[in-house]
């Protein structure tokens, strides 16, 4: 009995603490006036708990405001000095590394391209390992101050094996990257070098757009938002409610894999008439050099895509439009608005938010015809309950995304550093991918079979 009433108690103070460092964090800079009401803590909790926060380092002070006829008032923010996170976005084009402080500011990044070798798991290890060391070696961090590390990834994130349990921890499925089963987490915690207590998060590089612009951008505020990852490949998530309910979660969508067209064209997945075989710009440039665009068979998607944009919209003086560019881009647009009205019809979202180097690119010229098709296509009530337009984040919305992983634990829990134990040690990358693709035995079983 003892014992349980000393769990209640810590769980009541890291819940209090939780409270106060939410608040502070997407509200402040805040009084202990203002945090009593938005926290529902009373005045000596709210004392005590910023107290321990300030001691801690979390918590500043922010100046002084005057006050109605009383003593001035002392604001508080949260330090920025107070922790450091890593974000890594593993895109398609590079992987991107970047070294956040407690309030998200970036110190240093790094880029890593891949269009040589694509998506080998062992020279993306390496990647994430080197740029690791660079941001926290050109920031002049101390690596004992990381609060976590948080990995945006194509593909769908199975997490049936707890770390504390020997598990492999969080394993990616990317059936169009050619990742089958990877333990991708376990290959990170071998090869990572950051002190063991570091926890790592893996995730959809979807969710993870999704959650940086639910949090700081033009999702905010809104009682759900689905975000369109459109880059080589496609993908979306749904974002839903308070950010700061624990009972309301985001949700990666296979978006890309959604029929749009019956015996359509063959996706890099392996189905037919996939939205990534149409709205995808890896599909576009194929499209576009099917057609007889302009271009060196050996163009990559960026530039592709930029010439077919340049076909299509020459801009004055450029001469006319190139009709074969236009119908491209009309198709897509429509195989776009088609799908975001499915998102409409399924989940009711009030606004939806186009992102993606991609959707980016292609948003300003191809948003009206976007939302045109979309309402054609969707319920006309849901339709009419939801706006469409594009992301605030920009291009780096994935990795400022997946530094939130961490950073939404580290909330959670108070300020308190995890407590998650180091996955066990591997030998090499190669080892464990060769043995998940030839048949899924982990790492662990191979020790037991010798």
């Known amino acids: 009995m003892a014992e349980?009433?000393?769990?209640?108690?810590?769980?009541?103070r890291r819940g209090n603490r939780a409270r106060v460092l939410q608040r502070l964090y997407f509200d402040g800079p805040l009084s202990r006036q203002e945090l009593g009401p938005v926290t529902g803590l009373s005045s000596g909790s709210i004392s005590n708990v910023v107290a321990e926060l300030v001691s801690e380092g979390l918590v500043e002070e922010a100046g002084i405001v005057d006050s109605d006829g009383g003593r001035p008032r002392t604001l508080l923010r949260i330090s920025s000095g107070g922790g450091l996170f890593v974000g890594i976005d593993i895109g398609e084009t590079r992987v991107r590394v970047e070294l956040f402080d407690l309030s998200l500011t970036e110190l240093a990044r790094t880029d890593r391209l891949l269009a040589q070798h694509g998506y080998d798991v062992e020279r993306i290890v390496s990647h994430v390992r080197s740029g690791v060391l660079?941001?926290?070696?050109?920031?002049?961090?101390?690596?004992r101050a990381l609060l976590g590390v948080g990995i945006g990834v194509p593909g769908i994130i199975e997490r049936d094996a707890p770390e504390a349990a020997g598990g492999p921890g969080a394993v990616v499925h990317g059936q169009t990257i050619g990742w089958s089963a990877v333990p991708f987490e376990r290959l990170?915690?071998?090869?990572?070098d950051v002190p063991p207590e570091v926890p790592f998060f893996i995730d959809n590089g979807a969710k993870t757009l999704g959650q940086a612009e639910m949090w700081f951008g033009g999702g905010r505020g809104a009682g759900s938002?689905?975000?369109?990852?459109i880059g080589s490949g496609v993908g979306a998530s749904v974002n839903r409610g308070d950010i700061l309910d624990e009972d309301l979660s985001d949700a990666a969508l296979e978006w890309g894999h959604t029929t749009v067209q019956l015996r359509g064209r063959r996706c890099r997945c392996g189905s037919i008439g996939c939205l990534?075989?149409?709205?995808g710009a890896e599909a576009m440039r194929e499209r576009w050099q099917e057609a007889g665009g302009p271009l060196p068979p050996d163009a990559d998607d960026e530039s592709a895509l930029a010439a077919l944009l340049a076909a299509a919209y020459p801009g004055p003086g450029g001469g006319a439009p190139d009709p074969v560019a236009v119908s491209i881009l009309d198709e897509t647009a429509e195989c776009l608005g088609a799908a975001l009205a499915d998102l409409?019809?399924?989940f009711l979202p009030e606004r939806i938010l186009l992102g993606g180097w991609a959707g980016l690119l292609i948003g300003p010229h191809l948003l009206p015809d976007i939302r045109r098709y979309a309402q054609d296509y969707a319920l006309r009530h849901a339709a009419a309950r939801t706006t469409i337009d594009l992301g605030h984040l920009g291009p780096d919305a994935v990795t400022v995304g997946a530094a939130t992983l961490p950073l939404a634990d580290f909330l959670a829990r108070g300020g308190t550093r995890s407590a998650r134990m180091p996955l066990p040690v591997v030998t090499t990358a190669k080892d464990v991918v060769t043995t998940a693709k030839d048949g899924g035995t982990s790492n662990r079983s191979r020790k037991a079979k010798a």
Do not use: C, M
Request: proline fraction near 3%; hydrophobic fraction near 55%.
């Open 4 to 12: 349980r009433s000393r769990r209640t108690v810590r769980d009541l």
């Open 225 to 229: 938002a689905a975000v369109a990852l």
């Open 188 to 192: 990170l915690r071998a090869a990572v």
């Open 134 to 143: 660079d941001v926290l070696r050109d920031a002049g961090a101390d690596p």
């Open 344 to 346: 409409v019809n399924l």
């Open 276 to 279: 990534e075989a149409y709205a």
